[in-house]
């Protein structure tokens, strides 16, 4: 049925919950699970300019990396939680400014058949001003996706 499940986590409470749901499902279908991270880009703050603090390349490598390491420590433990079979888990991370996209790019090219993802379950004015990148996923998604609360 379901062959490759991708699952965006974000280190919260919602993620956790959507990485055990997954790897139940999984688990009971034989399935490979795909954790992606994706992060935003480092930029400057708008009134930095030339070559001030915070816009110099090795800052720039530097933000990256701990991004880099940060991302790969919360894929692990997403990992380490999922508690499925070595070869049956991946780990992406990926840098992105618009995570939806980047979610549908990484089930595209891997494959994926489904995604699943957590709702933080905002409703009325709130979900609309702070947008969901669940719900633009299933806006734009041409797989099934599978949302936990």
């Not at 790019?105 to 947008?131: P, W, Y």
Request: positive net charge; charged residues 25%.
């Amino acid at each position: 049925m379901y062959t490759s499940i991708l699952v965006p986590v974000d280190g919260s409470e919602f993620s956790e919950k959507a990485v055990k749901e997954a790897a139940r499902l999984a688990q009971a279908l034989g399935s490979k699970l795909l954790l992606l991270y994706a992060a935003p880009h480092y930029h400057l703050l708008p009134l930095t300019e030339g070559l001030s603090p915070g816009n110099r390349p090795e800052e720039k490598a530097m933000a990256r990396k701990e991004m880099e390491d940060w991302a790969k420590s919360l894929l692990a433990e997403a990992a380490r939680k999922a508690n499925l079979a070595d070869g049956k888990v991946e780990q992406h991370f990926v840098m992105s400014d618009s995570p939806y996209e980047a979610i549908l790019l990484i089930a595209k090219k891997f494959k994926c058949d489904l995604i699943v993802m957590a709702s933080h379950g905002r409703r009325g004015v709130s979900g609309v001003l702070l947008g969901s990148e669940t719900q633009k996923v299933l806006t734009h998604s041409k797989v099934p996706v599978l949302v936990v609360r």
